[in-house]
């Protein structure tokens, strides 16, 4: 879906000499269906690259294609759908027209357009805020606006730069599971994060950057795992057996184990908190989480269009 090769950007000054070198001799391939993290302190030059995955920049060095093609090619930009850090979005239309101007831009029929709309919103909780103006949400319904507006073209590829910044830990959920979903529909993402833990939850492979330079690039479980470590997990053990077994492993292998209990994360812990009270609540403000994909992101679905 996206192959870099040996691509170079140098930032140039008015008198063109080289200014900044953002990324240096660059080579890494994400395939169709995959989900990629780019990681990387600030300045690491990861808005450089997707801004070059977009065709917004040229390589000064290197060759790069999309889909197999140049960027620059507006049928691929047509197959690509693009969250980028800032909002951009308008602040006098409202979330309806916001997303109706985005569905022209791509030349959706009006009946499809209206039909994902309703759908993109429904699936961003967004349904009861469609006639309020954009300038009026908090930063959290704003991002999701701007997901939706990401998704409006069914895009192939999909380049999120920190989908999740200002999203409570119930909208960086659902953000992750949407991004999971889609993954498994067979979209490709690109999404580059300073979340570590969001990163870890939905990116198959990793790069990290730095000074422009790939350090570490590789599937995210053969990158954590400690490969000279074993957990064995056990459920429900009696203190009698689990002595048994402590002296019967320092018996055979001459170590004492270390035992503990596993913890659930923080997330984990805050969802089941918010989901027992939602259970016993109503609320009506704020945003609502469908756990529905969109049915026209999903080919499989009957409703798609
Ligand atoms: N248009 C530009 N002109 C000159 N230098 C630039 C330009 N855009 C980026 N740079 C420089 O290129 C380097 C990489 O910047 P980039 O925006 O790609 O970093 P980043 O990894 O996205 O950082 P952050 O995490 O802060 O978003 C920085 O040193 C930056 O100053
Ligand atoms: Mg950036």
Redesign the pocket.
Known sequence: MIKIEHVT?T???FWCRP?????KNLTFNVPAGEVFG?L????????????MILGL?YPSRGSLTVMGKTPRDVHVKEDMGYLP?ESYLYPYLTADETLQFYGNLFSLEKKIRKERIGQLLEMMGLTHARDRRIGEFPKGMVRRIGLAQALINDPDLLIL??PTSGLDPLGCRQVKDLIRTLAQRGKTILL?S?LLADVEDVCDRIAI?YH?HIQAIGPIKNLLEEKNQHRLTLSNIQPNTMKSILEAVRGIIGQNLKVDHPQKDLEQLFMEVVEKAEGQTHLSSGVSASKRVAPYLDPGSSESI
Do not use: Y
Request: charged share 30%; proline share 3%.
């Open positions: 950007k930032f140039r000054d200014k900044v070198t953002a990324v780019l990387g302190p600030n300045g690491s030059g990861k808005s450089t690259i997707i801004k920049l850090e730069d920190e580059c300073h950057l422009g």
